[in-house]
């Protein structure tokens, strides 16, 4: 049994899986985070405020050390902001421990990073239904058919028997998200997916998020790639840890 499942009869605010429809899937409120260096405190987001609704394609920019890879931490659960509330497909981020947010995150939000973050020892396949083993949310034959339909969806089914070292790196990418929706996840949120891609890949990559998001996911991406930002729906930029426009 899932982990949601296994939650369903609890209230909104301690079912993290548990969304209604008619408010924003993601939603931060007066979110902050801190960090202590060698060179004493560091304010990464300086109260932000920010909602993404179910179905749309959010770029946000800006340039290097704004808070952008910070602000999609918070949103995906990999980190704990210091202040503020986050919501995200009903769960209250900032109630759950790591272990929690973990086991949400297994279920909720695919994560998709520029380094691809394979796994060099397992095939292509078992880089992609290793979500659905730790989730436990399919039977064993249904993880594997599950994984050839998403690589066959994405372009590379052929490729399923091969390491990750035998396929191009836009190739690695797909893969990365085809991992990242084993488990159907309502949400994507991609860092730099294509900052190592060149132009003919990215343009790929993108219409793969562009699909995904006429199939009714939502997707954030951080990004530099200016031709990437002007194709998503709606563009935040961050600098200093703040939302300068949108």
Same mark, same amino acid.
């Given at each position: 049994m899932n982990?949601?499942?296994?939650?369903?009869?609890?209230?909104?605010?301690?079912?993290?899986?548990?969304?209604?429809?008619g408010e924003p899937l993601i939603h931060l409120r007066q979110v902050v985070k801190k960090y202590e260096s060698l060179a004493g405190e560091?304010? !990464? /987001?300086?109260?932000i405020d920010f909602q993404v609704n179910q179905g749309e394609f959010v770029a946000v920019t800006g340039k290097s050390g704004a808070g952008k890879t910070t602000l999609v931490n918070m949103m995906t659960g990999i980190d704990r902001?210091?202040?503020?509330?986050?919501?995200v497909a009903g769960a209250l981020l900032h109630t759950l421990d790591m272990e929690r947010a973990a086991e949400w995150r297994g279920c909720t939000v695919g994560v998709i990073f520029q380094s691809f973050q394979?796994?060099?020892?397992?095939?292509?396949?078992q880089n992609v239904t290793l979500p659905m083993d730790f989730a436990r949310k399919y039977s064993l034959p249904q993880?594997?058919?599950?994984?050839? !339909? /998403?690589?066959a969806q994405l372009g590379i089914a052929e490729h399923a028997h091969k390491l990750p070292s035998a396929v191009s790196g836009g190739q690695q990418q797909r893969i990365s998200i085809a991992r990242a929706m084993a488990n159907d996840p309502p949400i994507l949120v991609a860092d730099e997916p294509t900052g190592s891609l060149d132009s003919v890949t990215t343009d790929a990559v993108v219409r793969v998020f562009e699909d995904l998001v006429h199939q009714g996911k939502?997707?954030?991406v951080v990004t530099h790639d200016r031709d990437l930002a002007r194709r998503a729906t709606r563009t935040i930029t961050l600098a200093d840890g703040e939302i300068v426009s949108e």
């Amino acid at each position: 049994m899932n982990w949601l499942k296994r939650r369903r009869s609890r209230s909104e605010t301690s079912n993290p899986g548990n969304h209604s429809s008619g408010e924003p899937l993601i939603h931060l409120r007066q979110v902050v985070k801190k960090y202590e260096s060698l060179a004493g405190e560091v304010v !990464a /987001l300086k109260g932000i405020d920010f909602q993404v609704n179910q179905g749309e394609f959010v770029a946000v920019t800006g340039k290097s050390g704004a808070g952008k890879t910070t602000l999609v931490n918070m949103m995906t659960g990999i980190d704990r902001s210091t202040s503020g509330e986050i919501q995200v497909a009903g769960a209250l981020l900032h109630t759950l421990d790591m272990e929690r947010a973990a086991e949400w995150r297994g279920c909720t939000v695919g994560v998709i990073f520029q380094s691809f973050q394979l796994l060099p020892t397992l095939t292509v396949l078992q880089n992609v239904t290793l979500p659905m083993d730790f989730a436990r949310k399919y039977s064993l034959p249904q993880r594997s058919e599950r994984g050839m !339909a /998403l690589l066959a969806q994405l372009g590379i089914a052929e490729h399923a028997h091969k390491l990750p070292s035998a396929v191009s790196g836009g190739q690695q990418q797909r893969i990365s998200i085809a991992r990242a929706m084993a488990n159907d996840p309502p949400i994507l949120v991609a860092d730099e997916p294509t900052g190592s891609l060149d132009s003919v890949t990215t343009d790929a990559v993108v219409r793969v998020f562009e699909d995904l998001v006429h199939q009714g996911k939502t997707v954030v991406v951080v990004t530099h790639d200016r031709d990437l930002a002007r194709r998503a729906t709606r563009t935040i930029t961050l600098a200093d840890g703040e939302i300068v426009s949108e």
